[in-house]
């Protein structure tokens, strides 16, 4: 569960206040890695996956 909300809350804060030098390549580079991640865990929290998935459609609108 750690893993996940880590996640969101990094997503979340690549959305809202981006580290200043990151291309929006770098940030999709960020997503993937951070999808990979998530697919990897065992049985990850049903709602905390919900906000996961929340957080990476956030995160691509208007890239």
């Given at each position: 569960?750690?893993?996940l909300?880590d996640?969101?809350s990094?997503l ?10 990151w291309?929006?390549a770098q ?15 065992a049985?990850?929290?049903?709602a ?5 998935d ?10």
């Open positions: 569960m750690i893993k909300a996640k969101i990094n979340r804060a690549i959305k809202n206040s981006p580290p200043v030098n291309t929006v940030k999709v580079e960020y997503l993937n890695w951070s999808r990979q991640v998530v697919a990897g865990l049985e990850p929290n049903p905390l996956k919900a906000e996961f929340q957080a990476c459609r956030n995160l691509t609108q208007n890239e």
